[in-house]
């Protein structure tokens, strides 16, 4: 016989026997309900262990068990199992449940009780199944002067796959499925905002940070605007990187500029595109570097610190005047704590972390804030640009084409106006008939204004530049 035939005929009877042993299994079932009657239940159970045993040894398919307490403390895999499979369900199942509660961003998706969920793990088809089972609790209470037993229900989810998959179940799809998981949670979590209360604390859980700034509309020039997406791209996927090069996974920004430029927009476009937690550091308010310590060992990962105006949020001062600083009571915390922060302790403690300063006069700090490597982004927010001028209208007016763009745009290139204007400009005439023509104009009125005027002395305005 060939070595084809004699497989396909290896492969006939061993289907044949499977098919045997599973259709035993389920006549077993019939033939215990009927038998039920007539045998007694150690015989019944002799048979019905037999048949178990049976079925097992030609079985293909391995579940798991993954129950939802392990003792009285939570199975983190039942947890990870039901948030992942909460993103699979909608496609596969035909029961699903949905809930949302104030600190979720977006609806969330869970499976019912006995409903299966397929999923696809690099070509290997996995099944799980969510089981409630209810059980009697122990002891009784009462009720109304009537004792009712305590039920509860005990749930628990059935992951079955082929044995053959096993290694790669165990050390590759459960991992996988806690971390997916944990990046689905923190995806789902609202931004929450944590301010400092009583000088050396985080208030609590913070509030949730409803800034709606996102970069679709935060009005810079496109190309700085891909260049940061890009970078908190890369940092937020750089977990590998950082671990080979040894460098502290955190990334610093120092945004400066004039005000109403929009540097803490950009704050908020960060937080709501890295969905990332912020702590607005008020420096002027914590008392000394130990209690600034404290501070920034209070806050959690995946969260942005932010030290806005760092230039007179307090006297950080030149190192060599420090010791003259020390001395002041009011005012301890110290440029070199601050550096401390930055440099040591904020690297060897928690990662995926951004801090952000913000200075309206970046030539007002100190070098040692400035010297490359401290701060791995020095982005300057200026004046409303025709790119920034575009989005902003595109905002607040919803047009991207209008006549008078040209003209605006050559405006722009005169005269010095914040994105804050602009925008304030466009709120007041957005629903007049020409909102654009009144900006024009406002723009006209800052050129004239822009250049220097004397009066002569007769009491006769003059301009000097700007237009006549
Ligand atoms: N680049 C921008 N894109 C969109 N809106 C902006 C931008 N800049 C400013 N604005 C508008 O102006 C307001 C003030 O801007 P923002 O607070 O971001 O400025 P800032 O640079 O932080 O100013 P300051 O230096 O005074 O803190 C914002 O709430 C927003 O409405
Ligand atoms: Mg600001």
């Known amino acids: 016989m060939s070595n084809s035939s004699q497989k396909r005929k290896i492969m006939s009877n061993s289907t044949a026997l499977i098919s045997a042993v599973a259709s035993l299994a389920?006549?077993?079932?019939?033939?215990r309900s009927i038998t039920r009657e007539f045998l007694p239940p150690e015989v019944l159970d002799f048979f019905s262990s037999q048949i178990h045993y049976l079925s097992r040894q030609f079985s293909s398919q391995l579940t798991i068990i993954i129950e939802e307490f392990q003792g009285v403390s939570r199975n983190q895999v039942f947890d990870a199992a039901e948030v992942y499979l909460g993103t699979k369900a909608t496609l596969s199942s035909l029961r699903v449940k949905a809930s949302k509660s104030e600190d979720d961003r977006k609806l969330a998706f869970s499976v019912d009780k006995d409903e299966e969920v397929c999923d696809d793990y690099e070509g290997v088809q996995v099944k799980w199944k969510l089981i409630c089972e209810m059980v009697e609790s122990y002891g009784t209470r009462h009720f109304n002067n009537m004792n009712a037993t305590l039920k509860s229900e005990v749930r628990s989810y059935e992951l079955s796959f082929h044995k053959k998959h096993k290694e790669m179940i165990f050390n590759s799809y459960l991992p996988y499925v806690l971390e997916r998981a944990k990046a689905i949670k923190q995806e789902n979590m609202a931004v929450r905002l944590h301010t400092i209360e009583y000088d050396c604390y985080w208030n609590g859980q913070g509030v949730i940070f409803g800034h709606p700034m996102t970069f679709e509309t935060l009005a810079i020039d496109a190309e700085l605007k891909r260049e940061l997406v890009s970078d908190l791209d890369n940092f937020v996927k750089g977990k590998e990187f950082y671990k080979r090069t040894g460098k502290a996974w955190k990334r610093g920004f120092l945004l400066y500029g004039p005000p109403g430029t929009g540097k803490s927009s950009l704050i908020a476009a960060m937080a709501n595109y890295l969905n990332y937690d912020i702590y607005d550091l008020d420096l002027t308010i914590v008392h000394d570097n130990k209690d600034l310590k404290n501070l920034i060992l209070g806050m959690s990962n995946r969260s942005i610190l932010v030290i806005e105006d760092i230039d007179c949020s307090i006297k950080l001062q030149n190192r060599e005047k420090e010791k003259e600083v020390d001395k002041d009571k009011d005012n301890k915390v110290?440029?070199?704590?601050?550096?401390?922060?930055?440099?040591g302790l904020w690297s060897c403690c928690g990662e995926e972390r951004i801090i952000i300063f913000t200075t309206n006069h970046k030539e007002r700090l100190d070098p040692a804030l400035l010297r490359p490597g401290r701060m791995d982004m020095h982005i300057h927010l200026s004046y409303c640009t025709f790119s920034a001028f575009k989005q902003l209208v595109?905002?607040?007016?919803?047009?991207?084409?209008?006549?008078?763009?040209?003209?605006?745009e050559g405006l722009l290139r005169e005269v010095s106006v914040t994105p804050a204007e602009i925008a304030g400009e466009l709120t007041k005439s957005a629903n007049t008939k020409e909102p654009l023509q009144d900006l024009v104009k406002f723009l006209h009125s800052k050129k004239m204004l822009k250049g220097d005027a004397m009066i002569d002395h007769n009491g006769n305005y003059h301009e000097l530049g700007g237009e006549k």
Request: hydrophobic share 50%; glycine share 6%; proline share 0%.
């Open 334 to 343: 110290t440029l070199s704590g601050l550096l401390n922060v930055i440099d």
């Open 394 to 408: 595109l905002n607040y007016l919803g047009i991207s084409q209008h006549k008078l763009f040209e003209k605006i």
């Open 26 to 31: 389920a006549s077993a079932m019939l033939i």
